[in-house]
């Protein structure tokens, strides 16, 4: 089992910057790969970043040179910092992660991050 908590959203006016934490606890030596996805009000759940292995990321063409995705082991925390923020990021932001013991997905309760234009 792994549990994730969001942390770190908030109201910011575009071009500012948040930065959002995701705290894993469990079985956190089976999670090899986690994610960041969003999900705006009448969309779907959208993609954001992923990190594989601690060093190895990929990002949604709509965030590249924005956002960076980090994850810090000895923290048991995965970051995604956010500069130039667009109001088109408004939604809500969760944290993912796949278990290579169980290979299930566990998702974070999820945070809200709103940009206002």
């Known amino acids: 089992q792994v549990q994730l908590v969001e942390s770190g959203g908030g109201l910011v006016q575009a071009g500012g910057s948040l930065r959002l934490s995701c705290a894993t606890s469990?079985?956190?030596?089976?999670?090899?790969?986690m994610r960041w996805y969003r999900q705006a009000p009448g969309r779907q759940r959208e993609l954001v970043a992923t990190i594989v292995g601690g060093d190895t990321t990929s990002y949604v063409d709509s965030v590249k040179g924005r956002f960076t995705i980090s994850r810090d082991n000895a923290k048991n925390t995965m970051d995604l910092q956010m500069n130039r923020l667009k109001p088109e990021d408004t939604a809500v932001y969760y944290c993912n992660a796949f278990s290579l013991q169980d290979f299930r997905n566990y998702w974070g309760q999820g945070t809200q991050v709103t940009v206002s234009s």
């Open positions: 469990g079985n956190i030596g089976s999670i090899n790969t």
